[in-house]
């Protein structure tokens, strides 16, 4: 599981609230994403990290901020949650492994905005 | 801005017969091509992939090809087994050195005993 984990696993939520998704890892990769997950579009991604406090948008990123102040954490946060982001949120981690970068995936996590 | 095209979206084999998923990318820097598998509920899993320096690749019943010229590249699954029943996604880098990906909308194979 390329040791990564995700809190919380499951969440709901009301429209308007705050919400705060956690991505930990214990094996120093430095590159770190944050996806979701919806029927019909496959995987999108929201935010990505290349380094400690370094980040860069993805295709989707709009309603979301993201932050890293350690390597292991990656933080991801919906200022105020709409309905159409009630979606499955995975993490990833990817590392350049002589000429690879595989990219593996956390466990996800379950947002529901009600 | 840049896609990529995944087809079918749902594919129907009988165990034994054999599966071919296609991808076209329209990113000319693509240089890295994964595909995935994720079961119901799962996380997506990494099960093969292959770089722009390399036509073809092959582990075991999976094998995946690429064509630069004609920007696509496909999954085949030889033999297959009810076990091989899951979604499957392509993926293809953007921007060589970014280490950023996008993702088609996957293919869920059924595999029929």
């Known amino acids: 599981d390329a040791g990564i984990t995700q809190s919380p696993r499951h969440k709901v939520t009301e429209t308007g609230t705050p919400v705060t998704l956690r991505c930990h890892q214990t094996?120093?990769?430095?590159?770190m994403y944050w996806y979701r997950q919806d029927p019909g579009h496959g995987l999108r991604l929201i935010h990505y990290?290349?380094?400690?406090?370094?980040?860069d948008k993805g295709e989707v990123s709009d309603g979301y901020s993201v932050s890293r102040s350690k390597t292991e954490d990656f933080l991801l946060t919906l200022e105020s949650a709409t309905s159409s982001q009630t979606s499955v949120y995975f993490c990833?981690?990817?590392?350049?492994?002589?000429?690879?970068?595989?990219?593996?995936f956390g466990p996800g996590t379950r947002l529901t905005v009600t | 801005g840049e896609n990529v095209e995944q087809h079918p979206s749902t594919l129907s084999v009988q165990e034994g017969d054999s599966a071919v998923i296609k991808c076209t990318y329209s990113?000319?820097?693509?240089?890295?091509f994964p595909w995935y598998k994720q079961e119901l509920g799962k996380r997506p899993q990494l099960i093969i992939d292959?770089?722009?320096?390399?036509g073809e690749k092959k582990d075991q019943r999976i094998a995946v090809t690429l064509n630069k010229t004609a920007k696509h590249f496909s999954l085949h699954i030889t033999e297959t087994q009810p076990e091989d029943s899951a979604v499957y996604f392509c993926?293809?880098?953007?921007?060589?050195?970014?280490?950023?990906?996008?993702f088609g909308t996957g293919t869920r194979l059924k595999v029929l005993a």
């Open positions: 990833a981690i990817s590392e350049s492994t002589g000429g690879g970068y595989e990219q593996y």
């Open positions: 094996e120093n990769h430095r590159y």
């Open positions: 990290s290349y380094g400690v406090k370094d980040t």
């Open positions: 990113d000319s820097a693509s240089n890295y």
């Open positions: 292959i770089r722009s320096n390399v």
């Open positions: 993926a293809a880098s953007l921007l060589s050195g970014t280490y950023k990906y996008i």
